[in-house]
C-alpha cells in the first residue's frame, strides 16, 4: 500500500498539562518521533507493510500502512523541559507541561 495514513488521536488539556494520545497499532517506538516547534507538536511515523502470504486469498485486508504525519497546534506555550512520552501497547501518551505565566485570561470589554 505505502499510502499516507492518518491515526486515531485524543489530544486534552487539565490541570495545567496537555495530554496527546495517538493510536499506532503494529508499530515500536522506533517508527515514531514527536516534535515541538513555535506552539505546534507533531507526530510522524511509518508503518511497515507485513508481507503478503503466498497463495493466500485475503477476504478482508483493513490493516493500513505506509507514511504519517499529525500536527496540533497548542493554545499556549509549553515547557520543553517538562514533556514526557510513552508508548505502550501501541498507544502513545505524550504529557506536556504549560509554561508558567502562560495562564489564560479573561479580559474585560469596556
Do not use: H
Not at 507526530?43 to 504525519?69: L, Q
Request: hydrophobic residues 25%; aromatic residues 10%.
Amino acid at each position: 500500500m505505502g499510502e499516507e495514513w492518518t491515526p486515531s488521536v485524543d489530544l486534552s488539556e487539565k490541570e495545567g498539562k496537555y495530554t496527546l494520545k495517538a493510536e499506532l497499532p503494529g508499530m515500536t517506538k522506533d517508527d515514531i518521533s514527536v516534535t515541538y516547534e513555535d506552539g505546534v507538536v507533531t507526530i510522524t511515523g511509518k508503518k511497515e507493510s507485513k508481507k503478503e502470504e503466498e497463495g493466500a486469498d485475503y477476504y478482508v485486508r483493513e490493516s493500513r500502512y505506509g507514511s504519517f504525519s499529525r500536527s496540533f497546534r497548542l493554545p499556549t506555550a509549553i515547557d520543553e523541559t517538562k514533556v514526557d512520552a510513552q508508548f505502550k501497547d501501541g498507544v502513545l501518551t505524550v504529557f506536556m507541561t504549560k509554561k508558567e505565566g502562560e495562564k489564560t485570561r479573561k479580559i474585560d470589554i469596556k
